[in-house]
């Protein structure tokens, strides 16, 4: 539900998401790692029982070439990698290094709320230092997609149909003859890379918050 008042007031109620920046981050440069670490703590029992079999084939097995194919077979199955792999466990290390330095740069350490409703989103950049209780407790009390309502209050600061199409803006002047023109063509063009971060996608409605709350 969106009630929209006079000088862009807004209420907006429904279920959340949750987008904490530096908790996003975080997995992903931690992915690969974290995924080893499942892989391994998820089929321990079974790569255990298995490594056990394995031992004791080698022991009683007199033909040297069987013996070397046997712990060729135990030594793939140790690889933590090739395990959280076969999971869809792991990614390409620069991949995952590339996507984690451009949210860095693009989201800092925004925590961003988003209302679906219908066919619009209202977004909001939240200050950390507001909430009642930790962001991260806030997350994993909710999910990062909630099943629960919020409430967000404020006014609307960006609402237009459509966002800004910087594809169709012309870069190609003619020579700058000044410093400033320099500057100002430089500044014009970052705007294409940020606008990749902060500008408004279509159906977005951005709100500057006054206040995020659950009805009891």
Do not use: W
């Amino acid at each position: 539900m969106a009630q929209i008042g006079d000088a862009g007031f807004v209420e907006v109620s429904g279920e959340a998401i949750f987008n904490d920046m530096n908790l996003i981050k975080s997995t992903l440069e931690k992915f690969n790692q974290i995924g080893e670490a499942l892989a391994y703590v998820g089929n321990f029992e079974n790569v255990e029982k298995t490594r056990q079999q394995f031992e004791k084939l080698i022991e009683t097995t007199k033909d040297k070439n069987e013996k070397a194919r046997l712990k060729h077979r135990l030594k793939n199955l140790e690889n933590i990698k090739n395990l959280a792999k076969d999971h869809g466990l792991q990614q390409d290390a620069k991949f995952l290094e590339h996507l984690a330095f451009v949210l860095d740069y693009g989201f800092q350490d925004q925590f961003i709320v988003q209302i679906p409703i219908g066919q619009y989103t209202f977004s909001s950049d939240c200050k950390r230092d507001d909430f009642r209780e930790n962001e991260h407790l806030l997350v994993r009390k909710y999910s990062r997609i909630a099943e629960k309502e919020f409430v967000l209050v404020g006014t609307v600061t960006q609402s237009s149909g459509k966002s800004v199409d910087y594809e169709d803006v012309n870069y190609e002047n003619s020579e700058p003859k000044h410093l400033k023109e320099v500057i100002m063509n430089i500044v014009e063009a970052l705007s294409v890379v940020e606008f990749q971060f902060s500008g408004k996608i279509e159906n977005e409605i951005i709100i500057d918050p006054i206040a995020i709350y659950r009805e009891i």
